[in-house]
């Protein structure tokens, strides 16, 4: 873009694996909502804070990933105290296209609140499925979401199909340390 504004790359952080800077898909011309999220109060704090250590929770466990037709399963996260979640991914068995599509919400385990208003769908969620593996890997949430201790998050997923099929939801987060501790 000819009209942005140039930026003296010696000023900018390379390091920082969520720069838009740094990640081309990330950009406000590829993926303004990506641009936008990243520029959030809360992601700024996240990206220049110490102590905090990424995080990534796949659910449920792998000997757990086979549900079968019409089944709900609630999976507990393990997740460490205030574990901040950025970013979601769903996909099913090898992101096959001919196998249906599933449908998941992650709430509170303390206050019940649920992160999206109803269960979404797994394609909504899925890269490779909704045409933006090109940008990012995960879908951005639009603001970290914080689970402060004792609370964490409970992923409850619906398989919809017909036939039994392996269904993971992955979670991108981080874990913020107190640095006097450290």
């Known amino acids: 873009m000819l009209t942005a504004a140039w930026i003296d790359p010696r000023n900018v952080d390379w390091t920082d694996g969520l720069n838009p800077l740094r990640v081309p898909g990330w950009s406000r011309n590829n993926s303004?909502?990506?641009?936008?999220?990243?520029?959030?109060?809360?992601?700024?704090?996240?990206?220049?804070a110490g102590g905090i250590e990424n995080r990534i929770y796949v659910a449920p466990e792998p000997s757990a990933q086979l549900v079968t037709a019409g089944?709900?399963?609630?999976?507990?996260?393990p997740s460490e105290p205030n574990f901040w979640l950025w970013?979601?991914?769903?996909?099913?068995?090898?992101?096959d296209e001919d196998l249906q599509d599933f449908l998941f919400?992650?709430?509170?385990?303390?206050?019940?609140?649920?992160?999206?208003s109803q269960p979404v769908s797994m394609t909504t969620m899925n890269p490779q499925?909704?045409?933006?593996?090109?940008?990012?890997?995960?879908v951005l949430l639009s603001?970290?979401?914080?689970?402060?201790?004792?609370?964490?998050?409970?992923?409850?997923?619906?398989n919809t199909s017909e036939e039994s099929q392996i269904i993971r939801v992955t979670l991108f987060g981080c874990v913020e340390y107190d640095r006097r501790t450290l």
């Open 71 to 77: 089944a709900t399963v609630d999976y507990e996260v």
């Open 143 to 158: 603001t970290p979401h914080l689970y402060a201790s004792p609370s964490y998050p409970v992923v409850r997923m619906i």
């Open 105 to 116: 919400n992650i709430t509170d385990s303390e206050s019940g609140a649920s992160l999206f």
């Open 32 to 48: 303004p909502y990506a641009y936008a999220a990243l520029q959030d109060p809360f992601f700024q704090a996240l990206r220049g």
């Open 87 to 95: 970013a979601i991914a769903a996909s099913n068995q090898d992101d």
């Open 129 to 138: 499925r909704n045409g933006t593996v090109d940008r990012s890997p995960y």
